[in-house]
């Protein structure tokens, strides 16, 4: 089983940005496909961004130009650079691997208008 643990959210005004990074546990890291995702107040969780072993990225349509998902392998982390923050980017973003049910607690990202 893999375990997962965010950090980096915050609050930031329209037009900043922020960094999140998700640390992973567990075997296999490297070869496990890891997503972002996102779940504002009374709304389903949707996917933000997703990133394969190949390093290839897959983007939803509300980020895309704007947020880029990487990994670090040699360290087991997989990050989300957020730029041009918009207020409906609000919302608690959730790191997780990919065919398992591994998610993280989440962290709160907040932007004011």
């Known amino acids: 089983q893999v375990q997962l643990v965010e950090s980096g959210g915050g609050l930031v005004q329209a037009g900043g940005s922020l960094t999140l990074s998700c640390a992973a546990s567990g075997t296999f890291f490297g070869i496990r496909t890891m997503g972002w995702y996102r779940q504002a107040p009374g709304k389903q969780r949707e996917l933000v961004a997703t990133?394969?072993?190949?390093?290839?990225?897959t983007y939803g349509d509300s980020v895309k130009g704007r947020f880029t998902i990487s990994r670090d392998n040699s360290k087991n982390t997989v990050s989300l650079q957020m730029n041009s923050l918009k207020p409906e980017d609000t919302a608690v973003y959730y790191c997780?691997?990919?065919?398992?049910?591994?998610w993280g607690k989440g962290t709160l990202v907040t932007v004011s208008s």
């Open positions: 997780h691997a990919e065919g398992t049910t591994s």
């Open positions: 990133i394969y072993s190949t390093m290839s990225t």
